[in-house]
C-alpha cells in the first residue's frame, strides 16, 4: 500500500484567490503549496474564515485560482474550459459537503446512481455497483427513501457512497461531520477510513472538528489562507478500531 | 433519468405545476374553441353568402362583377353547358337573373334591391330561401308566383295568395307585371324586405331576356371549388364570359373572412404571450429555488449544456401536459357545440350581424380542423421552448460554488 502513496494527485503551486466585495478585497488563499498523493487521508484544518472551502473547491475545480497552478491528476487545470472541468470532476473527484447536498427528488439509490448515469454507465452496471457501495455504507435497506425521509447521518452516508461509487481518484470532503453529533460523526469518518484502507480511496477533508484530526494522518493546518504547518502520523485512518466494528458503529448513525 | 427528474421536480411542486397546467391548459382549450368558433363562422358565411348570391364558382358576363346589369348578361347559357358536358356527381348548377325593382301592393310598396328570377328546380336544391319559407311554398316552374321578405309582407300588406305588383327596368325598356305572393321567408336582415324571387322563364320573358341569364351558380362541395373553377376555366376559354371562384365573386366576403382571420391571429398572439409570460415565470421561479441543487448537479460533474437541456425538458414536459389538458377540456367543447350549434344572437348580444344584404342568423357550429389543431399544439410547445430559454441559460450559468454557499 505505502507504493501506491508516492503518486502525486493533487499539485498546488503558489495558489492564490482573491475576493473582491466593492471596495474590499479579501486574499482567502494566499500562496498555497500543496501535494496530496494516491490513498492518503488528509484532513486541512483551521478556524472558520481561514479559507478551507475555498481551497477545497480550488481543489476540486469547482473555482479557478488568481494566481498559481493547480494540477489534477498530472494535468493543469488551468486551461480546461467549464464543460471540461465539469468532466474532469465526473470522472475524477468525488464531492462530500457539508450540508449532505443530495438531490431532493431522487432516492438514495437514485442520488448515488447519478454520478454512473453521468457518467454514461449502462443500467445494468450502474445497479450492480450502487448496490454494492449502499451495502458497504450499510445503507441497502434505505435505498429507496428520499432525502427528506433520512437522519443527518444516514444523508451523509448517502453523499459519500455517491462520492465514492465512480472509484474517483481523489474524495474532497468539506466540514463533513460538522452538521452531526459525536456519535454520528465518528461512525462516518470509520466509513470513510475503512474506504480508505480496504480500497485505497484518497480523501482530503476539511474541518475544524478535533475527532476529524485523530483519524487523519496527516494534518495540514492554514491560518489566514497559508499553510502554517503540514505533519504526518505514523498510524491513523482506522487503525484505531478494527474492520469488524464498523458495522455496529455505522448502524448507529 | 433527466426525464425521471424532470418529472419528479414538477411533481414536487404539484401545486404550482398544477395551477399553470390549468391556466396553460385552460388557455389552449380557448384558443382551440375560438379557433373551431371563428372556423365554424367562416364556413357558415361562406355558405349562406354562396347560396344567397353566387356559387362555389359562377359563370357570368365579364364585366358583370362590377356593374350588375341586365345588359352584361349571358347569353347562351344552355350551349355553355352543353360544351361542360355531364356535371360530376354532387353538383348542382342553377341559372339566374338579378335585377332591381318596385314591388307595390293595394297598401303601399318596397324597393327590391335584389329580385331574381331563379330555376325552380335547381334553385330549390341550394336555396337558404327555401329552406326558410315561414307561409306558403316554393316557386313552381311557369307560375306566376313571387316569393317575398316577411318584412315586405308586413309592409305591403299582403299575404300568401295576394297579388302584388313588379315593376322594373326591362332589357329594353320599363315593365310591369302581376305576380301571386306563393310563400313568405324570413332569413333574417334586409333581405326579407328588398330580395323577392320569380320564375326564371317568366322573369325571362318580363325582362325581354330572352334564353339569357345574369349568371350560372355551380354549387359543389367546397373542398372541389379550387380545381373546379380551373376546369371550369379551361373548358370555357375564348367564350365571353368569366369564370369566377366563390372568393373573387363575393370579394367583399373574402376581404370580411381575411380581417376576421388577422383579428384571430392577434387574439391567439396576445392569449400566447400571456402563455409564454406564465411559463416563463414558473420556470424562473423553479430554477431560482433549485439554484442549490443545480449547483449539486454541476458540481458533481453534470455539463452546463446538461443542465440547460434539463430545464429545458421539464418545460417542455409542462407543455406537453399543458397541450394534454387543453385537449382534454377543449376537444368535448367543441365537440358539444359542434353538435349542438351556438345562436349567432348570443355572440353579438342580440344584434343580427349583417354583410351586403345577407343575415347571419343561423346556429354556428364550431369546427376543428385537423391541421389548425395541429398548428396551435406546435406553436404552444415552440412558445414554451421559448419561454424556457431564458431560465434554461440562467440555470446553465449558475457557477456552482455561489450555489453551494447560499445556506
Ligand atoms: N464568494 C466570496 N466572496 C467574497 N468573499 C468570500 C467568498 N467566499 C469566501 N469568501 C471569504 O474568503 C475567506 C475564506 O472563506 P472560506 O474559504 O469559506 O473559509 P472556511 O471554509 O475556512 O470557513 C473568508 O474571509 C470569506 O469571507
Ligand atoms: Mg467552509
Redesign the interface.
Known amino acids: 500500500m505505502e507504493s501506491t502513496m508516492t503518486k502525486p494527485i493533487v499539485e498546488l503551486r503558489d495558489v492564490h484567490k482573491e475576493y473582491r466585495q466593492g471596495k474590499l478585497e479579501v486574499m482567502a488563499v494566499n500562496g498555497v503549496d500543496l501535494t496530496i498523493q494516491a490513498g492518503e487521508f488528509t484532513a486541512i484544518c483551521g478556524p472558520s474564515g481561514s479559507g478551507k ?1 475555498t481551497l477545497l ?1 480550488l481543489i ?1 475545480c ?2 479557478t485560482p488568481t494566481k498559481g497552478g493547480i494540477r489534477v491528476g498530472g494535468e493543469d487545470v488551468s486551461r480546461l474550459s ?2 471540461a472541468l ?6 475524477r ?1 468525488g ?1 462530500v ?1 457539508q ?1 449532505y ?6 432516492t438514495a439509490f ?1 442520488n448515488v ?3 454512473l ?3 454514461g454507465v449502462p443500467a445494468a452496471q450502474r445497479k450492480k455497483r450502487v448496490l454494492a457501495i449502499l451495502e458497504e455504507v450499510g445503507l441497502l435497506d434505505l435505498r429507496d427513501r428520499r432525502p427528506m425521509d433520512m437522519s443527518g447521518g444516514q444523508q451523509q452516508r448517502v453523499a459519500v457512497a ?1 462520492a465514492v461509487v465512480a472509484d474517483p481518484q481523489l474524495v474532497l470532503a468539506d466540514e463533513p461531520t460538522a452538521n452531526l453529533d459525536s456519535h454520528t460523526g465518528a461512525a462516518l469518518l470509520q466509513m470513510m477510513a475503512d474506504l480508505n484502507r480496504e480500497h485505497q480511496v484518497t480523501f482530503l477533508f476539511s474541518t475544524h472538528d478535533p475527532m476529524v484530526m485523530d483519524f487523519s494522518r496527516r494534518i495540514v493546518r492554514i491560518v489566514d489562507g497559508r499553510i502554517a504547518s503540514d505533519e504526518s502520523k505514523t498510524h491513523g485512518a482506522g487503525d484505531r478500531s478494527p474492520s469488524g466494528d464498523r458495522s455496529t458503529v455505522a448502524e448507529e448513525a | 433519468m433527466l426525464l425521471k427528474m424532470a418529472f419528479r421536480n414538477l411533481w414536487r411542486r404539484r401545486f404550482r405545476t398544477g395551477i399553470t397546467l390549468v391556466a396553460l391548459g385552460g388557455s389552449f382549450a380557448l384558443l382551440l374553441f375560438f379557433v373551431a368558433l371563428t372556423e365554424g363562422s367562416h364556413q357558415l358565411m361562406i355558405d349562406l353568402a354562396i347560396r344567397m348570391q353566387a356559387g362555389h364558382v359562377v359563370i357570368q358576363a365579364p364585366e358583370f362583377q362590377k356593374e350588375r346589369s341586365l345588359e352584361l348578361r349571358v347569353t347562351d347559357p344552355e350551349d355553355l353547358l352543353a360544351t361542360l358536358g355531364p356535371l360530376p356527381d354532387g353538383w348542382v348548377v342553377t341559372r339566374r337573373i338579378f335585377t332591381t325593382g318596385l314591388l307595390r301592393s293595394a297598401d303601399g310598396s318596397v324597393m327590391l334591391d335584389n329580385l331574381m328570377a331563379v330555376d325552380p328546380v335547381n334553385e330549390r336544391k341550394v336555396s337558404d330561401v327555401g329552406r326558410k319559407l315561414v307561409r306558403g311554398a316554393w316557386l313552381d316552374a311557369g307560375a306566376p308566383g313571387i316569393l317575398i321578405g316577411e318584412k315586405a309582407a308586413r309592409l305591403l300588406k299582403v299575404d300568401v295568395g295576394d297579388k302584388v305588383v313588379v315593376s322594373c327596368s326591362g332589357l329594353t325598356q320599363k315593365v310591369e307585371e302581376r305576380f301571386l305572393v306563393a310563400g313568405i321567408f324570413r332569413v333574417g336582415g334586409e333581405a326579407d324586405r328588398g330580395t323577392a324571387m320569380i320564375d326564371l322563364a317568366r322573369g325571362q320573358v318580363l325582362l325581354g331576356m330572352g334564353d339569357a341569364v345574369s349568371q350560372l351558380a355551380f354549387f359543389m362541395p367546397p373542398d372541389d371549388s379550387f380545381a373546379a373553377a380551373r376546369t371550369l376555366r379551361s373548358k370555357l376559354a375564348g367564350r365571353p364570359v368569366a369564370v369566377l371562384h366563390w372568393q373573387e365573386a363575393l370579394p367583399v366576403l373574402t376581404q370580411l373572412l381575411w380581417v376576421d382571420d388577422i383579428s384571430m391571429q392577434v387574439f391567439i398572439f396576445i392569449i400566447l404571450v400571456i402563455v409564454a409570460a406564465g411559463i416563463l415565470n414558473t420556470v424562473l421561479m423553479s430554477v431560482m429555488e433549485r439554484t442549490r441543487e443545480l449547483g449539486i448537479l454541476k458540481s458533481l460533474g453534470m455539463k452546463p449544456w446538461a443542465v440547460f437541456r434539463l430545464v429545458l425538458t421539464e418545460s417542455l414536459m409542462l407543455g406537453l401536459l399543458a397541450v394534454a389538458v387543453g385537449a382534454a377540456l377543449g376537444l368535448p367543447l367543441v365537440h358539444h357545440f359542434g353538435e349542438v350549434g351556438i345562436d349567432p344572437l348570443a355572440l353579438t348580444g342580440g344584434e343580427v350581424m349583417e354583410m351586403e344584404g345577407i343575415a347571419f342568423t343561423d346556429r354556428i357550429h364550431p369546427v376543428l380542423l385537423a391541421g389548425s389543431g395541429m398548428v396551435l399544439t406546435a406553436v404552444v410547445l415552440v412558445m414554451t421552448l421559448l419561454s424556457a430559454l431564458w431560465p434554461a441559460l440562467r440555470a446553465k450559468r449558475i457557477l456552482p460554488v455561489k450555489a453551494l454557499r447560499q445556506m
Do not use: H
Not at chain 1, 86 to 91: C, Q, V
Not at chain 1, 101 to 106: C, I, T
Open positions: 472551502t473547491n476540486g469547482l473555482d467549464d464543460s465539469a468532466d474532469l470532476r465526473l470522472r473527484i464531492f459537503f450540508a447536498n443530495l438531490v431532493p427528488v431522487l437514485e446512481e447519478l454520478v448515469a453521468l457518467q455517491r
